[in-house]
């Protein structure tokens, strides 16, 4: 558990990184896909599980069985999926902080005002803007109900 939360401490320190130009709408939701092909649920599954690009597991837990070891730092994924529609994930997916300037999560898609970049990775956002739309499309996958 302790050793969870020190790695989880360092990841953010390497993942602090930084948004491109998506553009926030209302301070709520981010309406436009970032990306001209529509996002793809099975690569979006792979990068929330992956432990080397999304690392959203570090902290979340979600429909995942295989997975032995998930996170309990943040909401599970498929309440939050539940909760809320397109628009709103990839706007939470994009700049977690604008919601909350002390939250853990990183930013995935944010560039500018980041900081902890380590020079190599100035200007590059974590996720790019297919790998966010892969994501969302996931997340909506996990709740029929929700429309994008
Ligand atoms: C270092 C921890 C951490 C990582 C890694 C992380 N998150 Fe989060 N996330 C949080 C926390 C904590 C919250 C709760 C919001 C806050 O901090 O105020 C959150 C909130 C969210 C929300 C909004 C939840 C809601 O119900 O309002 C979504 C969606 C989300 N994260 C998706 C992701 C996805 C997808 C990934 C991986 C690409 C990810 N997160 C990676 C910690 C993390």
């Known amino acids: 558990m302790r050793m969870r939360h020190a790695l989880a401490a360092v990841m953010l320190v390497i993942l602090s990184l930084g948004v491109a130009n998506a553009q926030m709408e209302a301070g709520d939701f981010i309406e436009k896909p970032l990306s001209r092909s529509p996002g793809d649920p099975l690569r979006g599954r792979a990068i929330v599980v992956s432990r080397q690009t999304g690392l959203c597991l570090l902290c979340h837990s979600g429909p995942f069985p295989e997975e032995r ?21 990839r706007a939470r997916i994009v700049d977690a902080s604008h919601f909350n300037s002390n939250t853990i999560m990183p930013s995935y898609y944010r560039t500018e005002g980041l900081n902890r970049v380590a020079p190599k990775f100035a200007g590059q956002p974590i996720l790019s803007a297919q790998e966010i739309e892969d994501v969302v499309a996931f997340l909506v996958s996990l709740n029929n109900n929700n429309t994008q």
Do not use: E, I, T, V
């Not at 498929?78 to 994930?89: C, D, G, I, V």
């Open 69 to 89: 070891f998930q996170g309990n730092l943040a909401p599970d994924l498929s309440l939050s999926s539940a909760r809320l529609n397109a628009p709103q994930l």
